[in-house]
């Protein structure tokens, strides 16, 4: 199952990377970036040299919510119909996990 917390960054309608750098919290500082109203994409205000990211890029936040993930263990247990299987979960850095709580992980395992 797929735990992930990423931040794809684009310039000029082109993908230039994943950022390490950005945090939920980040993305809504307005000195920082302009939400885009009609979509979830984030407009950068000023150039960030740590991440070599110039005025104007684009940011979007990718992640997978956790009713999310307890929906796609139910539909794969489904398709799995009591075969014997085993769960994992990949992107385990401490930071990605720690956005999951242990009940919330253990809901997911509980679903198959």
Do not use: C, W
Not at 88 to 95: G, N, R, S, W
């Amino acid at each position: 199952m797929p735990l992930f917390d990423r931040y794809v960054a684009f310039r000029d309608q082109k993908y230039i990377g994943i950022s390490n750098h950005f945090s939920r919290y980040d993305l809504n500082d307005k000195s920082l970036f302009i939400k885009n109203p009609k979509t979830d994409l984030y407009i950068l205000k000023q150039d960030l040299e740590k991440d070599s990211l110039k005025k104007g890029d684009v940011i979007r936040h990718e992640y997978v919510p956790n009713e999310q993930l307890v929906e796609t263990a139910k539909f794969i247990s489904k398709a799995l119909d009591g075969k014997q299987n085993s769960i994992i979960f990949f992107h385990l850095a401490p930071e990605v996990v720690s956005n999951y709580e242990t009940a919330d992980l253990q809901k997911i395992i509980s679903a198959f």
